[in-house]
């Protein structure tokens, strides 16, 4: 009898941190490696969040709490949607877990029946498929073209759907795109889902705040009421105030969603940590000038990979609205040899020649169910953003 279970079977490990881990490795031998491949701030938490910690560990919160979330955070939760999104939620529509990861997790494990689907728009976050296959579910997928902004048009949701159908999961900005959906994008997806009232909207909204130009954020429940009753709004603290470490994500929702899932995690997990919570309170309640000084950061690096790339042979990169990332196409590298004799016949060749030799890590777009790309994380300083983006140069002009 074979140790491991047949679900795990269905499943792959992040591909994200597989190549993370190989950068790692090299840089362990001594080599001069780059790795953008990571999706987090390389900013530390903003000093106000770390004291809160500090202060709830002397304040005595060092045990067990509500397991889906203190009410304290809770509330700060519903006044965030209140604030920033116009959505009126109450306490017990919310829920609070280990990081947006665990949302999600919680969402389709609570939900999904085998042969249910769920619709993801490609290119999308690596663990979305596997979590749903995890879950038992199908994932089925389309494609968001470069050509349309990498967003999904509603005439393929329309098609997509069927009545197996139980989410379509959004994520504005993407990753791994940096894509935003806009509120006319958003109002043509509405309008199919008004259509398809058996269809649940699971809104991965963990990028929010990081969105550039004139770029203005919406979330689905926001732009048309009429789907709130199926929605789960997704966000966290992670992306948006550097506590990827600290691992805080919440959801909301109709309560009866809500119930279920906190339902599975106290069989799971139980509650976040005590300590996150009361520093993720903070982030919330506290001043937040964070968000806008590292928004313009972001921006500029933005700019800079963007230009970077697209002084590259071969590569095209659009301009994204937001998130960390860049999705470049190498569509004109394909079938070409590089300077060591590797020969491109795939963004995963791309990425592996590009590793070895030059030392510059990202991720092949594969993994995210587009090619041939690969993503950038340019969460990094303008100085190693300037020294990778010279690399792939020099690599590019080496193909032949
Ligand atoms: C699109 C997307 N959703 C959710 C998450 C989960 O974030 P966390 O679990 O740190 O809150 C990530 C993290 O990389 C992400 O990129």
């Given at each position: 009898m074979s140790l491991l279970s047949q679900t795990l079977a269905r499943v792959k490990p992040s591909p994200t941190i597989a190549i993370t881990g190989r950068a790692r490795e090299l840089a362990a031998e001594g080599r001069d490696i780059i790795s953008l491949s990571a999706g987090?701030?390389?900013?530390?938490?903003?000093?106000?969040?770390?004291e809160a910690a500090k202060a709830a560990i002397d304040a005595g919160h060092t045990r067990y709490t509500a397991v889906d979330g203190i009410p304290e955070l809770k509330r700060a939760i519903c006044d965030k949607f209140a604030r920033e999104n116009g959505l009126d939620y109450k306490p017990s529509q919310v829920t609070v877990g280990t990081g947006g990861k665990q949302i999600l997790y919680n969402?389709?494990?609570?939900?999904?029946?085998?042969?249910?689907?769920?619709?993801?728009?490609?290119?999308?976050?690596?663990?979305?498929?596997?979590?749903?296959?995890?879950?038992?579910?199908?994932?089925?997928?389309?494609?968001?073209?470069?050509?349309?902004?990498?967003?999904?048009?509603?005439?393929?949701?329309?098609?997509?759907?069927?009545?197996?159908?139980?989410?379509?999961?959004?994520?504005?900005?993407?990753?791994?795109?940096?894509?935003?959906?806009?509120e006319d994008h958003l109002r043509g997806l509405a309008d199919v889902l008004m259509r398809h009232p058996h269809v649940w909207i699971l809104s991965d909204d963990i990028y929010e705040h990081l969105v550039f130009d004139d770029f203005r954020f919406v979330t689905p429940a926001q732009v048309e009421p009429g789907l709130k009753s199926r929605t789960l709004t997704m966000n966290g603290v992670s992306k948006a105030y550097a506590m990827t470490g600290w691992?805080?994500?919440?959801?909301?929702?109709?309560?009866?969603?809500?119930?279920?899932?906190?339902?599975?995690?106290?069989?799971?997990?139980?509650?976040?940590?005590?300590?996150?919570?009361?520093?993720?309170?903070?982030?919330?309640?506290?001043?937040?000038?964070?968000?806008?000084?590292?928004r313009a950061v972001f921006q500029r690096r933005r700019d800079l990979v963007v230009a970077g790339l697209n002084a590259c042979p071969g590569i095209d990169c659009p301009v994204p609205q937001g998130a960390f990332y860049v999705y470049p196409s190498i569509a004109a590298l394909i079938g070409k040899t590089s300077a060591a004799?590797?020969?491109?016949?795939?963004?995963?060749?791309?990425?592996?020649?590009?590793?070895?030799e030059t030392g510059v890590a990202v991720v092949f777009g594969a993994a995210f169910g587009l090619s041939p790309h690969f993503r950038i994380s340019y969460a990094t300083s303008d100085e190693v953003l300037a020294d990778a983006c010279a690399r792939i140069k020099r690599f590019c002009e080496g193909l032949r």
């Open positions: 987090e701030p390389d900013f530390d938490t903003p000093a106000h969040i770390r969402a389709l494990m609570a939900t999904l029946n085998p042969g249910d689907e769920v619709i993801i728009p490609a290119p999308y976050w690596v663990s979305y498929p596997d979590m749903v296959l995890l879950a038992g579910g199908t994932p089925v997928v389309i494609e968001g073209a470069m050509q349309n902004g990498y967003r999904i048009t509603p005439e393929q949701l329309e098609a997509a759907i069927t009545p197996r159908t139980k989410w379509v999961i959004l994520n504005s900005p993407s990753n791994p795109t940096g894509a935003g959906y806009g691992r805080i994500g919440y959801g909301a929702g109709p309560e009866e969603l809500i119930r279920a899932m906190a339902k599975l995690q106290s069989q799971s997990t139980s509650n976040p940590c005590s300590i996150s919570q009361y520093a993720a309170l903070a982030a919330l309640e506290g001043p937040q000038d964070y968000i806008n000084e590292s004799g590797t020969v491109i016949v795939d963004d995963e060749a791309f990425a592996t020649a590009l590793l070895d």
